[in-house]
């Protein structure tokens, strides 16, 4: 089979690792990619420029299109390969489903329909709205532009004036462009976060290896939300029996209410006897995904055909009410490295890195931010790459990657890299 994945961040080089060891594919490119993917299999395209992936599909006799982010899929990918090539394999959801991640306002709306557990919240769709809420609303509170913000549009607030500042500035100074014509006023939910992914074929669905990131750019949890430091999996937070009720009062409801296909990324909050979803995704989480697959036992590919219809559920173990992929014994833990200055924009620039020829057993990189020119692998973005290792001893994986980091010091310049030293204390 011949496969594209479209995306350039480490989840899609994670997908590329796990794709091109399935004895199933027999090419397999991705658009644009980043400096860890051989140049011969790199195509340099925008993910939602859908004529020119056309082109590629039709050009490259492409049979599967896997997508990475959640721009194109909410611009509607899915529904364009629909009607310009039926026979076209797309993993991800259809534009409407997905605006379950691209609409916070319309996900809130459809929880509150269904019943499902999240932080009670209002709509504001314009400044006199949000006043009116927030001068009667408890502290701390959130505040949430409605579209895709970049993983900026959420913010913590504890001081009243400081949210109505935050919504002037969405509304009035247009922060967030369109994506802050609306916002949720959201109340503050306490507990630890996890990521829980299902892929659905329309009707049902299979869980892969839990998992946890984390978003602050310090250790312990300080300084500013990132796209994520780090992750770990399984997220051990999450037990069997939360997986059985978040099947129950989650996924379910979002299966029957649209036919969902793809990935569905369920971020929930776990309180002490509380489970409440954060937010809902429609493709992979990065940096999750960087550990979740190493944690599969089995190829990846027969689920994706599945999602996409196309074959009979593939092997899978049946927990209670929940289906899951077969998972290894042990844990995978991701250290993310990232330009000195991330995640604010000014970060540094275009770092020239260096990584050893051969590296330890059970340790691999993955490649986000980077391109390779003229024989070199330079930064090109504010996450630059994962160092992942699996072992059946968290502590030993642990040590494993921070020995590796400290013996990558003696390549690179570290003055200008940034990384979290508690990432997987399990
Ligand atoms: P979201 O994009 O909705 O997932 O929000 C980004 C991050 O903000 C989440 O992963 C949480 O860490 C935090 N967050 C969002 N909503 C809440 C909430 N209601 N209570 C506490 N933290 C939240
Ligand atoms: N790890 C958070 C996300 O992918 O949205």
């Known amino acids: 089979m011949?496969?594209?994945?479209?995306?350039?961040?480490?989840?899609?080089?994670?997908?590329?690792?796990?794709?091109?060891?399935?004895?199933?594919?027999k090419e397999l490119y991705?658009?644009?990619?980043?400096?860890?993917?051989?140049?011969?299999?790199?195509?340099?395209?925008?993910?939602?420029?859908?004529?020119?992936?056309?082109?590629?599909?039709?050009?490259?006799?492409?049979?599967?299109?896997?997508?990475?982010?959640?721009?194109?899929?909410?611009?509607?990918?899915?529904?364009?390969?629909?009607?310009?090539?039926?026979?076209?394999?797309?993993f991800g959801p259809d534009q409407h489903s997905a605006r379950l991640e691209a609409s916070k306002v319309f996900s809130y709306e459809f929880m509150e329909k269904a019943?499902?557990?999240?932080?009670?919240?209002?709509?504001?769709?314009?400044?006199?709205?949000?006043?009116?809420?927030?001068?009667?609303?408890?502290?701390?509170?959130?505040?949430?532009?409605?579209g895709l913000a970049s993983g900026k549009g959420v913010s913590i607030h504890h001081d009243t004036k400081e949210a109505l500042d935050k919504c002037s500035e969405i509304?009035?100074?247009?922060?967030?462009?369109?994506?802050?014509?609306s916002i949720l006023i959201q109340e503050f939910m306490q507990g630890k976060e996890a990521s829980l992914f299902a892929i659905c074929n329309g009707k049902e669905a299979i869980y892969l290896p839990t998992a946890c990131d984390y978003k602050r750019v310090y250790d312990h949890g300080q300084g500013p939300n990132t796209g994520g430091m780090g992750s770990f999996s399984p997220g051990n937070i999450l037990t069997q029996e939360h997986i059985e009720k978040a099947h129950t009062l989650i996924v379910e409801?979002?299966?029957?209410?649209?036919?969902?296909?793809?990935?569905?990324?369920?971020?929930?909050?776990?309180g002490d006897n509380t489970m409440n979803v954060v937010e809902f995704n429609c493709r992979l989480g990065d940096p999750e995904t960087q550990c979740v697959l190493p944690m599969m036992e089995t190829d990846l590919i027969p689920y994706i055909?599945?999602?996409?219809?196309?074959e009979n559920a593939p092997f899978r173990i049946k927990n209670n009410e929940t289906y899951?992929?077969?998972?290894?014994?042990?844990?995978?833990?991701?250290?993310?490295?990232?330009?000195?200055?991330?995640?604010?924009?000014?970060?540094?620039?275009?770092?020239?890195?260096?990584?050893?020829?051969?590296?330890?057993?059970?340790?691999?990189?993955?490649?986000?931010?980077?391109?390779?020119?003229?024989?070199?692998?330079?930064?090109?973005?504010?996450?630059?790459?994962?160092?992942?290792?699996?072992?059946?001893?968290?502590?030993?994986?642990?040590?494993k990657i921070y020995n590796f980091i400290d013996s990558l010091k003696k390549l690179n310049d570290f003055s200008n890299l940034h990384y979290r030293l508690d990432i997987g204390q399990i």
């Open 324 to 399: 899951s992929v077969p998972t290894k014994p042990g844990y995978c833990i991701n250290v993310v490295l990232t330009a000195a200055g991330y995640p604010s924009s000014d970060y540094v620039k275009n770092i020239s890195l260096k990584f050893p020829d051969e590296l330890p057993e059970n340790l691999h990189m993955v490649h986000a931010g980077t391109k390779f020119t003229n024989g070199a692998v330079v930064s090109h973005g504010g996450r630059i790459a994962s160092v992942v290792v699996y072992d059946k001893n968290p502590n030993i994986a642990r040590d």
């Open 305 to 310: 055909l599945w999602s996409c219809g196309k």
């Open 2 to 25: 011949r496969v594209l994945i479209l995306g350039s961040g480490g989840r899609e080089h994670a997908l590329f690792l796990k794709i091109s060891a399935s004895p199933l594919v």
């Open 253 to 270: 409801k979002v299966l029957r209410e649209f036919n969902y296909t793809g990935i569905l990324y369920t971020g929930l909050m776990i």
């Open 30 to 90: 991705i658009a644009p990619g980043n400096g860890g993917i051989p140049e011969n299999q790199k195509i340099e395209l925008d993910v939602c420029d859908f004529n020119s992936i056309l082109k590629v599909i039709i050009d490259k006799k492409i049979e599967l299109l896997v997508v990475g982010p959640e721009m194109p899929l909410a611009a509607g990918i899915k529904n364009f390969f629909k009607e310009k090539i039926p026979a076209l394999l797309v």
């Open 171 to 181: 509304f009035n100074d247009k922060i967030f462009g369109s994506s802050g014509d």
């Open 115 to 146: 019943n499902i557990p999240t932080a009670k919240s209002h709509v504001a769709r314009n400044l006199i709205e949000a006043e009116a809420v927030i001068k009667n609303h408890s502290l701390p509170l959130v505040i949430k532009a409605d």
